[in-house]
């Protein structure tokens, strides 16, 4: 790759500063599978050095072949932050800019937030006040720039809708270096799509994020389910339902014994007595995660709340655990397993992860195909199956989702830690593969969420009719495709298709 010398940086006056140093470090991220060196790493001071820098290599034209990645906390799977040859931008050094919490005097309440602090660092900013973010994604050590950058999804988005679902504005640096604050009333054609724009039309400076009032604290519950059929009747009931549950997410189980022993660590069972008889015997099993918010001073309107609608599911009733815990531990649950994975030395590993989004017409032949054939032997990480309501999502962002009323988010979650068998990642592309394929032939109607595709032709593919407006917007905003090269949707002439 062409790497430009430090001459070519040298207009620049910066409040902030590059570094030539740490490039190896940002060819890395926690996918672990793919690396690009950058020419350059830009440690902004301020919006106004990124703005400076993209403007920069705007003015330098078509015929310079560098690019500009925004990195947040380096969780892309496959060289989606990373610019080979370009300037990676490293987000994190704008958490300065303080977290501005605005509530009272009529105005519903928000958080002002830079697009590269953490979502933890959100949460215990607004929890001061009493407030906190309406969605969530499920590991909150991520950027916020970086999760509406694509959606952000967890258990609470079939009532609130994704992270993308509840922003007011936005603050961006468009491929031209042009720093513009947008949202539905002013720049609304920028501010939805940058909204799941995969980085492509400007780097997200700053977000206003809408809050609601936070609980205190959260009864946690898990049950399992042995029959595919009631676990998604239960999980659709649930999500369209008045009265629910405030989060919801499903598991798969595959080939796992000792469940419930291993939930002793952090849950009481319901029955002991019970729990202690249940057999796994291997089979595939489902387990239905809940939780219900509440404040101590409701805690026997949440028990019957409670109660009430567990007494609606069909779960195997020896398989109720449940916990209290507060709301931040709930919220920063992963965290808690990345501190012990880390420990073991299995957290920097690689991470040939498969998210897709299923129509719920075609779940049942998905799970049968898939739980019952490719993968009834062997998977190495956690599998999520949800479902949740597309009226929640906001059509105008650059999202693409499947075209039906409810769909579920399937995530393939595996760890490859060995180099070969069934520990590698090649056995874990192998069964990826599979199921993409599966998918393909059947006419599953199927979305890859966090897509990692090589090529034009297949992001052609994935968006579809509206390939149109999202080709539009880019030859708008970053007309020289300078922003997020890692995507790979519309690459510059100097940097590979495939890797």
Not at 388 to 416: C, Q
């Amino acid at each position: 790759m062409h790497v430009p010398d430090a001459d070519v940086l040298s207009p620049l006056t910066l409040d902030g500063h590059f570094t030539f140093h740490d490039a190896p470090a940002m060819a890395r991220d926690f996918g672990n599978r793919c690396s690009l060196l950058p020419a350059a790493v830009l440690h902004p001071g301020s919006v106004s050095d990124i703005a400076a820098a993209v403007g920069h290599v705007f003015s330098l034209g078509e015929r310079s072949p560098l690019t500009v990645a925004a990195r947040g906390h380096g969780h892309s799977l496959m060289c989606q932050s990373q610019a080979a040859g370009g300037i990676v931008v490293r987000m994190e050094s704008l958490r300065g800019d303080r977290l501005q919490v605005v509530h009272g005097g009529g105005v519903p309440p928000f958080v002002d937030a830079p697009g590269g602090e953490l979502w933890i660092n959100v949460l215990h900013e607004t929890l001061r006040y009493g407030l906190a973010p309406k969605s969530w994604t499920d590991y909150l050590h991520l950027t916020v720039g970086g999760t509406l950058s694509n959606a952000g999804v967890s258990g609470q988005a079939f009532r609130h809708g994704p992270q993308v679902s509840n922003v007011n504005q936005l603050e961006i640096v468009t491929g031209r270096g042009d720093v513009v604050t947008c949202s539905p009333e002013e720049n609304a054609d920028l501010f939805y799509a940058a909204l799941g724009g995969l980085g492509q039309f400007g780097i997200i400076t700053r977000a206003r994020i809408a809050l609601e009032p936070a609980p205190k604290m959260v009864r946690w519950i898990r049950v399992l389910y042995s029959d595919f059929a009631s676990f998604t009747e239960d999980q659709e009931m649930l999500i369209m339902a008045e009265k629910t549950f405030d989060y919801i997410e499903g598991f798969v189980i595959i080939n796992r014994t000792g469940i419930l022993n291993n939930w002793r660590t952090s849950f009481k069972p319901q029955d002991p007595v019970q729990a202690s008889r249940f057999q796994s015997d291997g089979r595939v099993l489902y387990c239905l995660e809940l939780t219900k918010n509440f404040n101590s001073d409701d805690v026997d309107t949440m028990e019957q709340e409670v109660t009430a609608l567990l007494s609606r599911l069909g779960y195997i009733r020896s398989t109720l655990f449940h916990t209290d815990v507060t709301y931040l531990e709930f919220l920063d649950r992963v965290h808690t397993s990345e501190v012990k994975l880390r420990a073991q030395g299995l957290w920097e590993v690689p991470h040939p992860w498969l998210n897709l989004l299923i129509p719920r017409s075609s779940i049942q032949r998905f799970a049968k195909e898939v739980f019952g054939k490719i993968l009834k032997d062997s998977n190495n990480g956690p599998i999520l199956l949800y479902p949740v309501n597309k009226s929640k999502w906001d059509n105008r962002t650059s999202v693409v989702i499947p075209d039906e009323e409810i769909f579920y988010l399937v995530g393939f979650l595996s760890s490859a830690p060995s180099l070969s068998g069934h520990g590698s990642v090649a056995h874990a592309m192998n069964l990826n593969n599979q199921i993409v394929e599966f998918c393909e032939e059947a006419d599953i109607g199927m979305k890859q969420y966090l897509a990692a595709y090589t090529t034009q032709q297949q992001w052609k593919a994935h968006f579809g009719a509206r390939w149109e407006t999202f080709e539009r917007r880019k030859h708008t905003y970053d007309p020289l495709a300078i922003l997020a090269p890692g995507q790979r949707i519309f690459p510059k002439a100097s940097l590979p298709l495939s890797l």
